[in-house]
């Protein structure tokens, strides 16, 4: 067995779990940067279940609908 202790995820302090998913985050993050990719999300301004925010690095932020046939999409409104 190795060195560092196997413990179910609901024996892990609070604390520990939040520093460890912002440690990850912040890596995805930055190879989303290094890559251009745009970090996807909803908010409330994404009204079906088709619409997306994309945020760029270069800050460009767009609201998109995507179709759930091919998989392209459509800007609906630039945001910034």
Not at 3 to 8: D, P, T, V
Request: charge should be positive; glycine fraction near 2%; aromatic fraction near 8%.
């Amino acid at each position: 067995m190795s060195k560092r202790e196997s413990r179910l995820i609901f024996e892990v302090p609070k604390s520990e779990k939040e520093h460890r998913f912002h440690t990850v985050l912040e890596q995805l993050k930055q190879l989303k940067v290094k890559l251009n990719q745009p970090f996807v999300y909803r908010n409330e301004l994404c009204v079906e279940r088709n619409q997306f925010i994309h945020q760029y690095p270069n800050g460009d932020i767009f609201l998109i609908e995507q179709d759930q046939q091919d998989s392209s999409e459509k800007v609906l409104r630039v945001l910034s």
